[in-house]
């Protein structure tokens, strides 16, 4: 990217209001997603909020302040999770999110000693932007299943039309708004899509009288809470998903290499991006949260205010630990209606996807190539569908298989294809 075009770049901080601001459309960003997790797995949601805003802090520090990341929890592993928790509790999920953690380490300590010069051959254009536009594309039956569908799975046309208003003013705002406030379209647009969202009788606030203001989170610490005993299940179901995850963080920081305008695999180097990612987990496990990972929702945002500020997103984890303990704050957060989230998910997922398709365009891959086409082909069907693999109890997404193949793909294909050796010829 033109860093002219950039708003804020990584290191600039910005005005104290502007700030305040800027972090707080991050954190309402994250926050849905952030506490569905540990709501679908029984988990407390206020313990999954401030282990991401704690995991944010220790991976911005183990980075060096150069990427501008967010840390939520991790949709990747709610299958063993569930499993766990009905075996044997929270305990079990512990162990296998700090396993999920060291699994990051271990491979960030390879990474430190042979290097990751093999990244730009193993991961050219023609891979990087179809995984990019995967990464977005693949979420937007979500985004499309809140938008339409209620609570029991029905549809129903006032979700409909909440999420296009909250779209369409959002994207309004983006448009035309100036000065700091079109630098906070999203936060504009969950709130426009909040009132909304109130007038069709949308939003329950029993919860919210309900809360107290200060409500401390049920955190679930080893030898305080519960006493620790290895359960090798948890940590045979749960650490080898951290492969497949690995390779969405792969996916992400491509993206933001692309926003950027920089290399985040030579600096600060791929070793500390799965350090700080691995460190996050393992911080989530020890107080009683789900594994986290880099959220795409924050990489949207990045993408759309040009705002790639990392106070921003360190404000956006302070603010995360605080709301964890403020119980009024964090249910009325939680209130948002789904239909508001998948309006603003249209826009953030359609942009990282539109991202991969920039990288295609500005790197001029050759699409009358058969050789790129096949391999473009493969990685978009198989991600945006997730044709994931099932192995036993283990799940690689369509997005890791995607990735996996098309890296195979690149690997062994010639240059040209026979036909058009011929027609050269």
């Known amino acids: 990217m033109d860093k002219k075009q950039v708003v804020l770049d990584i290191q600039d901080r910005p005005k104290l209001g502007q ?31 401030f282990s991401s805003g704690i995991g944010t802090l220790m991976y911005i520090l183990i980075t060096k302040g150069k990427i501008p990341a967010y840390m939520g929890s991790s949709f990747s592993f709610i299958v063993p999770m569930l499993a766990l928790m009905k075996a044997a509790g929270y305990p079990a999920i512990a162990q296998g999110t700090v396993a999920v953690g060291l699994v990051y380490l271990i491979v960030a300590i390879i990474v430190n000693f042979f290097g990751s010069d093999w990244i730009d051959k193993v991961l050219p254009p023609i891979i990087v932007g179809p995984i990019v536009m995967v990464i977005g594309l693949s979420l937007a039956s979500t985004a499309a299943k809140d938008a339409t569908l209620n609570a029991a799975g029905k549809y129903d046309i006032k979700l409909f039309i909440v999420a296009m208003i909250t779209l369409l003013v959002t994207i309004g705002f983006n448009m035309y708004l100036k000065g700091f406030l079109g630098l906070i379209p999203i936060l504009l647009g969950i709130v426009f899509g909040y009132i909304v969202a109130v007038i069709f009788g949308l939003v329950d606030f029993t919860p919210v009288m309900k809360a107290n203001w200060f409500q401390l989170p049920n955190f679930q ?43 985040f695999f030579r600096d600060p180097g791929l070793n500390k991006t799965l350090a700080g990612d691995g460190t996050a987990s393992i911080i989530a496990g020890f107080v009683g949260g ?80 058969k050789r790129n086409l096949m391999i473009g082909s493969t990685i978009l069907v198989i991600g945006i569908g997730n044709a994931y693999l099932q ?15 098309g890296i195979i793909l690149n690997l062994v294909l010639p240059e040209d294809a026979a036909s058009e050796k011929q027609n050269i010829g």
């Open 391 to 405: 192995l036993g109890q283990y799940q690689f997404s369509g997005l890791a298989v995607a990735a996996v193949l």
């Open 290 to 369: 789900p594994p986290v990972t880099s959220y795409g929702e924050n990489i949207g945002v990045l993408a759309i205010t040009k705002v790639h500020s990392i106070y921003v997103l360190g404000g956006a984890a302070f603010f995360a630990i605080v709301f964890s303990f403020v119980g009024k704050l964090s249910a009325l957060i939680e209130s948002i209606p789904s239909p508001v989230i998948g309006g603003i998910s249209f826009l953030l997922f359609g942009v990282i996807a539109s991202s991969g398709l920039r990288v295609l365009i500005d790197k001029k891959v050759d699409f009358d190539k």
């Open 19 to 49: 700030w305040f601001g800027l972090s707080i459309q991050h954190m309402f960003s994250m926050f849905g997603s952030t506490v569905l997790v540990p709501i679908l797995v029984g988990l407390n949601p206020g313990i999954a909020l």
């Open 221 to 263: 610490i080893p030898f305080v809470s519960y006493k620790p005993e290895f359960y090798w299940g948890a940590i045979l179901s749960m650490a080898p998903i951290a492969f497949v995850t690995m390779t969405e963080h792969l996916g992400h920081i491509m993206v933001l290499n692309q926003l950027t305008g920089r290399n």
